[in-house]
């Protein structure tokens, strides 16, 4: 089946500091990947588009000058959270579409961030 | 997308088989129904997918209905491995996965 990675799976940072998600589509090309978060006892809610050569769609209330996602290779899509808040600590999840598999799209496995 | 309505939670003896229904009345002609689960901080997994025929994997079975408003999402033989949140979802292919509350399915010895 389709995989795809996250790295870090998990990061403690200071406040202030900025932190790089990386999300890799690993046997299939990914034009479009998604970027979610998930509080704890919640689901998962969509922050972002990601577009291979262009810029992210953000959802309603998600700041694009605070989460920035750069999609430069159609494998990879990574989400910067800049200047990080204690309120920011959350689980970053990631997925990509496989557009030569009946669009079916494929969740990276989370990467967890608490900001101190 | 189209809303779809999930129970809450359901429990299922291991071994048995695990029936999860879903209902999506509002669903357009061009929305699959698309299945995933999620365990416990994990990724969400696919579990399976499908239009308009029963559709059959490794993991699952996909029943839809005829006039496609709900759909049942069959493991044959529930393990405590499956105890996880079971997410229906009504899309089309080409935009984002939209998840609700999903049904937190408990497989007890």
């Known amino acids: 089946g389709a995989v795809v990675s996250q790295h870090p799976s998990w990061v403690i940072c200071k406040s202030g500091t900025s932190v790089k998600i990386e999300c890799r589509s690993l046997d299939f090309q990914a034009t479009t990947m998604f970027w979610y978060r998930q509080f704890p006892k919640q689901s998962l809610m969509l922050m972002a588009t990601s577009n291979e050569g262009s810029k992210a769609t953000y959802e309603q209330g998600v700041e694009k000058d605070k989460f920035l996602i750069n999609h430069a290779s159609l494998t990879l899509s990574t989400l910067t959270v800049t200047s990080a808040h204690p309120e920011d600590s959350s689980f970053y999840i990631c997925s990509a579409r496989d557009e030569a598999g009946w669009d079916t799209q494929y969740f990276g496995p989370g990467t967890r961030l608490t900001v101190l | 997308d189209a809303k779809t309505t999930q129970p809450t939670s359901m429990d299922c003896a291991e071994g048995r088989a695990a029936n999860l229904p879903c209902n999506h009345s509002?669903?357009?002609?061009?929305?699959?129904v698309y299945w995933y689960r999620q365990i416990h901080s994990q990724g969400p997994q696919y579990i399976i997918h499908g239009l308009k025929n029963n559709e059959t994997n490794e993991m699952a079975s996909l029943i839809i209905t005829e006039d496609r408003k709900s759909s049942t999402l069959i493991l044959p033989h529930a393990t405590l491995r499956d105890t996880a949140v079971y997410y229906c979802?009504?899309?089309?292919?080409?935009?984002?996965?939209?998840f609700g509350k999903g049904t937190r399915l408990s497989v007890i010895a």
């Open positions: 979802i009504a899309n089309s292919g080409n935009t984002p996965l939209v």
């Open positions: 509002t669903i357009s002609g061009n929305e699959y």
